[in-house]
C-alpha cells in the first residue's frame, strides 16, 4: 500500500477514535442528565428496529431497480445480500463494503466503476431532493411560526433542492473526449446520470424511494428523541436524516461513526434543541442500527460467498 495511502487510513482511524473518545465522555459526563431524560420503551426498541429492516430493504430495492435501469439484471434477493453485506463491512476502515459492492456489481452485473459513482451519487442527489422537499411540506402542514430556526430550515431545504436538480442538468457533452484519465472519468459518470435520468419514470420511483428511506430514517430519530422524553418536530428530524444519509456518501470515517451523531447533536443545536438531545438520540439510533446490520449482514456474506460473488 502506498504511503500516502497508509497514512491516509491511519488519520481516518484516528479521527474516529478521537471522535469516539468524546462521545463517550461526553455521555459520562452527562449520565446523570441521560438518566433523567431516558424513558425507552420495548415497543420503541421494535418500532426502530423495524424501520430500520424497513430501509434496508427499501435500499435493496433501489440498487436493483437503478441496475436494471442500467440495463443489467440482479435480483431482489442478491441486491439485498450486496446491499446489507456493504453496509455491515463499511464499519471496517479503507471503504471495504462500498469496494466489495463496486466489485461484484463490475464483475458479475457488467457495471462499470464509473457508473457505480453515477449511482452513489444520484442516490445522494435524490436524497437532498427528497428531503427538501419532505422538509417544506412538514413544515408548511405543521403550522410553525416563522422565527429564526424556521427560517434556517427552510433554507436549508431550498438550497438542498436548487443545487441537486442542477447537478442532475449537467450534460456529459461538456467533458471532451481525450485520453486525460479524469476527464473520462467525469464523462462517464455523467452517462451513467444521464442513463438514470433519461427516463422519466425511473426517476419518478428512484425519487419516491429515497423519499421512503428518509421517511423512515426520519421515523426513527423521532422515535428516539421522543425515547429520551425531547419533543421535536418532524420537519426538523427530516434534516438530521438528511444529514445522516449525507454522511453515507460522504464517508470521512468508517461508517461515519461518532461524527454522523455529533453533526446530530451540533444541527439540532443550530435549529433551536440542545445538542445532548441530538447526541443522544443520534447514539441511540445508532446502536439499534448496528444490532440490524449485524444480524442481516452476517448472513448476507455467508450467502454471497456461497454463491461465489465474493
Known sequence: MPRKRLFRQFVRILIQLVVL?????????????LSNLWN???????SVLGLAFLGSVIRSWQLCYVIHALNSKISFVESICIATSA????YLPMNTGTVLKARTLKKHYSIKYA???SITTAAALLILISGGILGLIAIIFSGLELN????ILVGLFVVSIIVSATMFCIPSSLIINNSNWFKTIVKDLLLGLELIKRNGRVLLVLLVLAASILLTASLRLWICFHAINTEVPVSSCILFAVIGNLLTIVNIVPSS???REILVGVTARVTGFSFEAGLFAASLDRIFCLILT?????PSLIILRIKKFI
Open 115 to 117: 457508473h457505480f459513482i
Open 148 to 151: 429564526i430556526k424556521n427560517i
Open 87 to 90: 453496509t455491515l463491512l463499511n
Open 40 to 46: 425507552v420503551r420495548l415497543l420503541d426498541v421494535v
Open 21 to 33: 473518545v468524546y462521545i463517550i465522555y461526553y455521555i459520562l459526563l452527562r449520565r446523570c442528565e
Open 257 to 259: 461513526v461518532g461524527l
Open 294 to 298: 449485524v444480524g442481516m449482514g452476517l
